[in-house]
């Protein structure tokens, strides 16, 4: 299944509850804040659909597919960095 990397910013109220137990139902990783790792079904676009569905307002949403042997560095949250090892060095 392909692996993505999720971000998002609800605009104006910021009442991410429903998004976060959509993360969690999914089995997603925070690597920051608002930044998470997954892997589904996919495609990028109907991950888009499904999480834009839980905001209350307007929002930002980037889904993007990580790509096996990719390049990426980078300093954040433990269970993040461990799902990235975990996926992406095999």
């Given at each position: 299944?392909p692996?993505?990397?999720?971000?998002?910013?609800?605009?104006?109220?910021?009442?991410?509850?429903?998004?976060?137990?959509?993360?969690?139902?999914?089995?997603?990783r925070?690597l920051?804040?608002?930044?998470?790792?997954?892997?589904?079904?996919?495609?990028?676009?109907?991950?888009?659909?499904?999480?834009?569905?839980?905001?209350?307002?307007s929002?930002?949403?980037?889904?993007?597919?990580?790509?096996?042997?990719?390049?990426?560095?980078?300093?954040?949250?433990?269970?993040?960095?461990?799902?990235?090892?975990a996926?992406?060095?095999?």
């Open positions: 299944m692996l993505y990397v999720i971000s998002y910013d609800e605009h104006p109220s910021r009442n991410y509850e429903e998004c976060h137990q959509l993360m969690f139902k999914w089995q997603a925070r920051l804040e608002s930044v998470w790792l997954a892997e589904l079904a996919g495609p990028a676009e109907a991950v888009r659909r499904i999480l834009q569905a839980t905001f209350r307002g929002g930002s949403i980037a889904v993007l597919e990580l790509l096996p042997n990719a390049d990426w560095s980078i300093e954040a949250r433990k269970e993040g960095m461990e799902w990235l090892h996926h992406m060095n095999s």
